[in-house]
Every structure is written in structure tokens, then in C-alpha cells.
């Protein structure tokens, strides 16, 4: 079953076209990276799936609803049910590491006793049930990191998205993170969308890799040994 | 200054204090002078917040002009609105003679008040909290609100993420408007308003009793004091992630069908707040007959206006680039305080730091600069030095400190570092830094009519010395005067600023 879909999908900033009839889809559970160099358009594809950005033209579809067509939002950000984990984190400084859980579940409706049981498992799951009190500044990089992943997955998105979340820790706390993520994703089984510039972080995390240069698509599977075959 | 209020008689005696606080009145003066404080804040607060928010984060439109609008009173100084609103709405004003006597009565009972004294302060010091506020939403991550926008709709990210996060900004500005409030002298004294400030001045000024002066004056260094404390409480050593957002990164929320209403509003408020007042001094002080007379009273103070604003703002840039540089660089034991002392000398009234300063150097030894405009300089060096200091810091920190750190490495000596480098990096905050001061000394009341030497008076004196005597349309166009004298350099500054901008 198809979880996210570009069909035809362009973009400008101003005069430059960032992305070009970009067109792929993803199915339910799949964990795919998205890499390429810098400018060539992920963190623009990431955010138009997110909501963030309208498309200038195409459509961007999230399971069996169209998102996003033709210069218009048509499902806004808090409705597409995605998490995501930002490259500067983006954990909210003036929040406990509860906090920043419970103010995600906040928005589900939940009662307090079912927030706070999923808070203790998502804290659980990403080992940081210590830390519920704490502010954010006040942890390792490698903690926050995972307090992010844990926000975005509290509450229980169909996709996660995640724009270079590694790209500013050290090699030993990336191999842990990666296989961290990795045991999440078969524990849970959601979608990943990957964004990397790493071609090892995207061979390791993926199962595919859409590899786009200049706002194209250009490649479109990826084995285990990184060889891709063009579509 | 202290030690001359409890030093009496060639002994220590607590006979001022005793005097001034045994005196009933003063209890009436400090209740009146934290009303004011408290309504001018609140209605200056919401407004500034509420505008700042729409001017940022929304796609109201004109919101560039609308920030400029709202920020021109900051060029003068406060008695020009109060002068402005008295025009209209005064006994012989434009509202009562387009109606009839008794609404003008009704009106300028109203204005002679605390009402108009809170329109007139609140108008005056909106800017502070407008500007502050938008510096503080710019400096936002707009990822975290993106990360918030997940899972709630743009007004909640508002309320629960954007204004906690600017919670800093937002306690910084309204302790300053309080804290400027209860030092302000010009307009409550032209409102008839008894605060403290005005009974200090009255006591060092016309009854010339220092001692008394400064004892009148020791609850304001209290409660500017106190406002400190609590603003640094209220920010403790919280760091948030602030960085400048590219324009395309920050969404803005859409008003929908409420623009249009949410714009007219705005201009609506811009004009009463900044539009009337100056329409009343130009309405009654725009003839030829009161401008020649204004030129003519009022040019030589002008002059000294100019040459003071530009000593005091140029000794200030200088002295703020280095404080700035110790304090950035925490190249100083007690940086800190270092700080916290020039925000508290810019917080204090002017009264206090002129009667602080004439305690201090009137003596015949120090008579050669006791009688000379040196002290005006050198008081406006006091009360404004943290202006300098912030705004270089505020441009010091956006440096990466390796870039003074790749010269060291070369051999670069320390005076070629800071001139070869980090001076030509910090031009434009340098040259801000420089604006600003020169416009706060321009419109700097207090200072002016207590230090300034007799017959090298500024402009703001020279107004303030008229209006007991003078014709209000004499009154009105030296106001128009000091407009113009403020709004001259800045719109240079402005069209420089964008010439620049566009060369580079």
C-alpha cells in the first residue's frame, strides 16, 4: 500500500527551480533515504511532504489523501500525522524532555494517565526514562538526538521523516543512533523517509534510496552494496 | 551624591530622610509614579506584542511601514506628543474649537491627567517594545515552530511556542518601558502630573536643595533596582537557540478574510498614537510667523544640540565598542556586571545621574569642567553608554570568534585584530550603535536642563525653559523643530543603510 506519493512535483525559490517534476512513491513500512548534495533539493522535498512548502505545481499525496496540489495546501501540517526529526533537532528549549512529549499528545486528545504511559514508553524505547525532567540543553548531543526521535514517534505517526539528523555527531554515536533507529523501525514498522547527504548513512538506513541531483530524481533503487540502478 | 544626602552639617544625619519620608506627599508621588509606571507598561505591552506578532508572523500587509510608523516617537522626546495632544485637545485646542468650550474642557481635564499621561508615555514608549519584539521573533528558529506546526494549527504554535520562546525579549522590554516611565520628567511635568522625577527636579532645580534632591530620588534608584532583579530573574541563565532566519524559512500565518479589518486597524492605531499629536504641533506651530520666531529662540540651541549629540554619541560608540569587546569576550573578571551597571545607569532617571554629577563636580577645583557642556557630555556618557555597548555586543556575537582567532595564529597584533578585522565587520552595528545614541542624546530632556551650562543650552532645555512663558505656537514650532533636527540624521542613515545594502 502506498503511504506517500510526488507526482510531478516542481519548486522555485524566486527565480531558481529547485526541484523538477520530481515523481516517486512510497509504500507503507518502507525505510527509504533520500540523498544527494547540497542544494539538490531534499530538505525542499522534506518540507513540502511535511506541509511546510506548496508545491508550485504537481500533487503530493499521503496514503489515499492528496496533501498538496498546484500551489495550494490542501491538508495542513497538523493533519498529515507525520513526525520528523530535524537536523538542528529542534527540541523546544523552554520544555522539559516531558514536555516536549506530552505538548505533541496534547493535540491527540488523549486523557493525562494515556499521555503519560506512552510518554514512559517512548522515553523507554529510546532509553532516556531518567531524563523526564530535564531541559533539553542540559543532555548530550547523542541524548537529544534521541529525545527528538522519541518526540516524533510518540504520537505514532504514519511516516517519519528525518532531514541529516546525524550529520553533526561523531562516527561511534552515528553507528549507535543508526542501529538504534533501525530497531525502532522493525519494533514499530512505520515509514522512514531518510534525508542524507551520506552514502553510507543512506546505504545503512535505506532499503531504497531515491537519489536526486539539480531537483531531479536520477536514481532510484539501491542494493545492499550501494549500486543503484537507474529508472 | 548618596553620601552628601546623609552627610549634613559636616556629620552623618538621616535628617533628609527623615524630612522626605515623614512626608506624606511622598507616598502620594510614588503611588502616582508606579500608576503611571504600571498602566503605561500594560497598554504599551499589549499593543507593542500584538503589533510586533502581526508585523512578523503574520502576512498583514504594509508591515514594514506600519514598524516605521510606530517607531517614529522614539526620535523625540515625549513632551513633543504631549505638546501635540494638547493642541487638539486642550482648552483653546482644534477639538474644542471645531465643537464648543465645554468639550474642550471635558478633553483637557482628561488629557491633564492620568489618562493622557498614559497615551502620551505609552505612545512614546511603544517603539521600545514594538522593535524588541520583532528582534526577538526574527531571532526565533522557525524550526521550532515547523516542529510544533506537526501537530497544532498556527495560533496555537503562537500562544504555547513563539511568545515563550521570546519571553526574554518580552520581560526586557516591558521592565525598560516601566523603568523609563518612572524616570521620565518631560512630559508628566508638561501634564501637570506629580511623579517623582518632577518633584526631584523641583527640589534640585528650584529650590536648590540637593541633599533633598537626592533623598526624594533614592526610591526611584530602588525600584530601578528592583526592576532589574527581577528582569534578570525572569531571564536567568537560560540560552534559547536563536539564529537569523532566511525570509523564506519562517511561515507566515495566513489572517484570511481578517487582513484587510487587522490592517485598517493598525493604521487606524498608528494614526492616533504618532498621526494627532504631530498633526496638532504642526497645526499650531507651522506658520511662518512661529517658525521664524522658533529659528530665531531656538537655532543656537540647536546648534548645541547637534554638537552635543555628536561628541556624547561618538565618545559613546568608542567606549561601547571596547566595553562590547570585554563583555563579548569575557576578556574581564565582573563582565557581568559590567553590563548590568550600564543598563542600570541607562534605567536610572536623568534627574538622579544630574543631580549625582552636580554633587559630584560642583567644587571650585573642579570648576573647569563643572561650567562647561563637558559634563552634559559627560552625563549623556553615563545614562547612554549601554546603547553603544548592546547594539556592538548584539553585532559581536554574530561574529565567529575564529575569525580574530585565524589573525592571532598569523602574528596579528591585538590593536590590527580589532581594527583590521573586527572593526570593518562591525561597521553597521558601529555606525546603528552611533544613530541611536546621537537621537536618545537629541532628545534627552532631564540631562540637559540640569548640566547644560547657562546660555549653551540644547533645544529640549530651551523648550522646556519656554513653555512657562512662551506662545504655544512658539512652543509648538520649536517642537517641529526638534522633529525635524531627529528625523534629519536618521533618514540619512536610512538612505545610506539601503545604498549600501544595494552596492553590496
Known amino acids: 500500500m502506498t503511504a506517500i506519493q510526488f507526482r510531478n512535483v516542481s519548486k522555485h525559490y524566486?527565480?531558481?527551480?529547485?526541484?523538477?517534476?520530481?515523481?516517486?512513491?512510497?509504500?507503507?513500512?518502507?525505510?527509504?533515504?533520500?540523498?544527494?548534495?547540497?542544494?539538490?533539493?531534499?530538505?525542499?522535498?522534506?518540507?513540502?511532504?511535511?506541509?511546510?512548502?506548496?508545491?508550485?505545481?504537481?500533487?503530493?499525496?499521503?496514503?489515499?489523501?492528496?496533501?498538496?496540489?498546484?500551489?495550494?495546501?490542501?491538508?495542513?501540517?497538523?493533519?498529515?500525522?507525520?513526525?520528523?526529526?530535524?537536523?538542528?533537532?529542534?527540541?523546544?528549549?523552554?520544555?522539559?524532555?516531558?514536555?516536549?512529549?506530552?505538548?505533541?499528545?496534547?493535540?491527540?486528545?488523549?486523557?493525562?494517565?494515556?499521555?503519560?504511559?506512552?510518554?514512559?514508553?517512548?522515553?523507554?524505547?529510546?532509553?532516556?526514562?531518567?531524563?523526564?525532567?530535564?531541559?533539553?540543553?542540559?543532555?548530550?548531543?547523542g541524548q537529544q538526538q534521541r529525545v527528538a526521535i522519541a518526540r516524533a514517534l510518540v504520537a505514532r505517526p504514519v511516516a517519519l521523516l528525518m532531514d541529516e539528523p546525524l550529520s553533526n555527531l561523531d562516527d561511534d554515536l552515528k553507528d549507535e543512533l543508526c542501529e538504534h533507529l533501525l530497531n525502532l523501525h522493525a519494533q514499530l514498522g512505520f515509514t522512514l523517509v531518510y534525508v542524507t547527504h551520506s552514502k553510507d548513512e543512506a546505504r545503512r538506513i535505506g532499503t531504497r534510496a531515491i537519489l536526486l541531483r539539480d531537483g531531479k530524481e536520477v536514481l532510484y533503487e539501491m542494493d545492499h552494496e550501494g549500486k543503484g540502478k537507474s529508472r | 551624591m548618596l553620601v552628601s544626602s546623609v552627610w549634613v552639617g559636616g556629620g552623618l544625619s538621616a535628617r533628609n530622610y527623615v524630612e522626605v519620608f515623614g512626608n506624606p506627599q511622598i507616598w502620594v508621588l510614588f503611588r502616582n509614579s508606579i500608576t503611571l509606571a504600571a498602566l503605561t507598561t500594560a497598554l504599551a505591552g499589549i499593543t507593542g506584542i500584538i503589533l510586533g506578532v502581526l508585523i512578523i508572523k503574520t502576512d498583514m500587509p504594509v508591515g514594514t511601514l506600519l514598524a516605521a510608523a510606530f517607531s517614529v516617537p522614539l526620535l523625540f522626546p515625549p513632551y513633543i506628543l504631549a505638546v501635540g495632544w494638547f493642541e487638539i485637545l486642550g482648552r483653546g485646542g482644534m477639538l474644542s474649537r471645531w465643537t464648543n468650550a465645554a468639550i474642550g474642557e471635558m478633553t483637557s481635564g482628561w488629557l491633564f491627567g492620568f489618562p493622557g499621561a498614559v497615551v502620551v508615555l505609552s505612545s512614546a514608549f511603544l517603539p521600545i517594545v514594538l522593535l524588541l519584539t520583532i528582534t526577538y521573533l526574527r531571532g526565533v528558529n522557525p524550526t521550532l515552530e515547523e516542529a510544533a506546526r506537526l501537530s497544532y494549527g498556527p495560533f496555537a504554535v503562537l500562544r504555547q511556542i513563539t511568545i515563550p520562546l521570546i519571553r526574554p525579549g518580552i520581560v526586557l522590554a516591558l521592565t525598560l518601558v516601566f523603568l523609563l516611565t518612572m524616570g521620565e520628567y518631560g512630559a508628566p511635568a508638561f501634564l501637570r502630573l506629580n511623579v517623582f522625577p518632577v518633584a526631584s527636579?523641583?527640589?534640585?532645580?528650584?529650590?536648590?536643595?540637593?541633599?533633598?534632591?537626592?533623598?526624594?530620588?533614592?526610591?526611584?534608584?530602588?525600584?530601578?533596582?528592583?526592576?532589574?532583579?527581577?528582569?534578570?530573574?525572569?531571564?536567568?541563565?537560560?540560552?534559547?537557540?536563536?539564529?537569523?532566519?532566511?525570509?523564506?524559512?519562517?511561515?507566515?500565518?495566513?489572517?484570511?478574510?481578517?487582513?484587510?479589518?487587522?490592517?485598517?486597524?493598525?493604521?487606524?492605531?498608528?494614526?492616533?498614537?504618532?498621526?494627532?499629536?504631530?498633526?496638532?504641533?504642526?497645526?499650531?506651530?507651522?506658520?511662518?510667523?512661529?517658525?521664524?520666531?522658533?529659528?530665531?529662540?531656538?537655532?543656537?540651541?540647536?546648534?548645541?544640540?547637534?554638537?552635543?549629540?555628536?561628541?556624547?554619541?561618538?565618545?559613546?560608540?568608542?567606549?561601547?565598542?571596547?566595553?562590547?569587546?570585554?563583555?563579548?569576550?569575557?576578556?574581564?573578571?565582573?563582565?557581568?556586571?559590567?553590563?548590568?551597571?550600564?543598563?542600570?545607569?541607562?534605567?536610572?532617571?536623568?534627574?538622579?545621574?544630574?543631580?549625582?554629577?552636580?554633587?559630584?563636580?560642583?567644587?571650585?577645583?573642579?570648576?573647569?569642567?563643572?561650567?562647561?557642556?563637558?559634563?552634559?557630555?559627560?552625563?549623556?556618557?553615563?545614562?547612554?553608554?549601554?546603547?553603544?555597548?548592546?547594539?556592538?555586543?548584539?553585532?559581536?556575537?554574530?561574529?565567529?570568534?575564529?575569525?580574530?582567532?585565524?589573525?592571532?595564529?598569523?602574528?596579528?597584533?591585538?590593536?590590527?585584530?580589532?581594527?583590521?578585522?573586527?572593526?570593518?565587520?562591525?561597521?553597521?552595528?558601529?555606525?546603528?550603535?552611533?544613530?541611536?545614541?546621537?537621537?536618545?542624546?537629541?532628545?534627552?530632556?532631564?540631562?540637559?536642563?540640569?548640566?547644560?551650562?547657562?546660555?549653551?543650552?540644547?533645544?529640549?532645555?530651551?523648550?522646556?525653559?519656554?513653555?512657562?512663558?512662551g506662545s504655544p505656537e512658539l512652543i509648538a514650532a520649536l517642537c517641529l523643530l526638534s522633529v525635524t533636527l531627529a528625523l534629519g540624521p536618521v533618514t540619512v542613515a536610512g538612505i545610506a543603510w539601503r545604498f549600501a545594502r544595494r552596492l553590496a
Open chain 2, 201 to 469: 527636579f523641583t527640589q534640585s532645580s528650584a529650590l536648590y536643595n540637593f541633599d533633598a534632591a537626592t533623598a526624594a530620588a533614592t526610591p526611584l534608584i530602588g525600584v530601578v533596582l528592583a526592576g532589574l532583579f527581577v528582569e534578570q530573574k525572569a531571564l536567568g541563565q537560560r540560552s534559547y537557540s536563536f539564529r537569523w532566519a532566511r525570509p523564506q524559512m519562517s511561515q507566515l500565518i495566513p489572517l484570511g478574510h481578517m487582513r484587510v479589518p487587522v490592517v485598517i486597524g493598525a493604521m487606524m492605531l498608528a494614526l492616533l498614537f504618532v498621526g494627532v499629536p504631530i498633526a496638532g504641533v504642526l497645526w499650531r506651530g507651522s506658520s511662518a510667523a512661529a517658525l521664524s520666531e522658533a529659528i530665531e529662540r531656538g537655532a543656537s540651541s540647536a546648534v548645541h544640540s547637534v554638537l552635543y549629540a555628536t561628541a556624547a554619541a561618538t565618545l559613546v560608540t568608542g567606549v561601547g565598542f571596547f566595553l562590547a569587546y570585554l563583555i563579548q569576550r569575557r576578556a574581564l573578571i565582573g563582565w557581568r556586571w559590567l553590563d548590568a551597571l550600564g543598563l542600570f545607569l541607562f534605567t536610572l532617571p536623568g534627574t538622579i545621574i544630574g543631580i549625582g554629577l552636580i554633587s559630584l563636580w560642583n567644587r571650585p577645583s573642579t570648576n573647569w569642567i563643572y561650567a562647561t557642556p563637558g559634563l552634559l557630555v559627560f552625563g549623556f556618557m553615563a545614562q547612554y553608554t549601554a546603547i553603544g555597548t548592546r547594539m556592538v555586543a548584539a553585532g559581536m556575537s554574530q561574529l565567529s570568534p575564529s575569525l580574530e582567532e585565524a589573525a592571532e595564529v598569523a602574528g596579528v597584533k591585538w590593536f590590527r585584530r580589532v581594527f583590521g578585522i573586527l572593526t570593518p565587520l562591525l561597521r553597521p552595528a558601529t555606525v546603528a550603535a552611533w544613530v541611536a545614541t546621537f537621537v536618545f542624546c537629541l532628545r534627552d530632556v532631564s540631562l540637559p536642563l540640569l548640566l547644560a551650562p547657562p546660555g549653551q543650552d540644547t533645544l529640549t532645555a530651551r523648550t522646556m525653559t519656554l513653555m512657562a512663558n
Open chain 1, 14 to 141: 524566486r527565480d531558481k527551480l529547485v526541484l523538477s517534476d520530481l515523481s516517486f512513491q512510497i509504500e507503507h513500512g518502507e525505510r527509504v533515504s533520500v540523498q544527494g548534495p547540497s542544494g539538490s533539493g531534499k530538505t525542499t522535498m522534506l518540507r513540502l511532504l511535511a506541509g511546510f512548502l506548496v508545491p508550485d505545481g504537481g500533487e503530493v499525496w499521503i496514503g489515499d489523501k492528496k496533501v498538496a496540489a498546484e500551489g495550494k495546501i490542501l491538508v495542513a501540517p497538523e493533519h498529515r500525522k507525520l513526525g520528523m526529526v530535524f537536523q538542528d533537532l529542534s527540541l523546544w528549549p523552554h520544555l522539559t524532555v516531558y514536555q516536549n512529549l506530552d505538548f505533541v499528545l496534547k493535540a491527540q486528545s488523549l486523557s493525562a494517565k494515556d499521555r503519560r504511559a506512552r510518554i514512559e514508553e517512548a522515553l523507554e524505547r529510546v532509553r532516556l526514562e531518567d531524563f523526564m525532567s530535564a531541559y533539553p540543553t542540559r543532555l548530550s548531543g
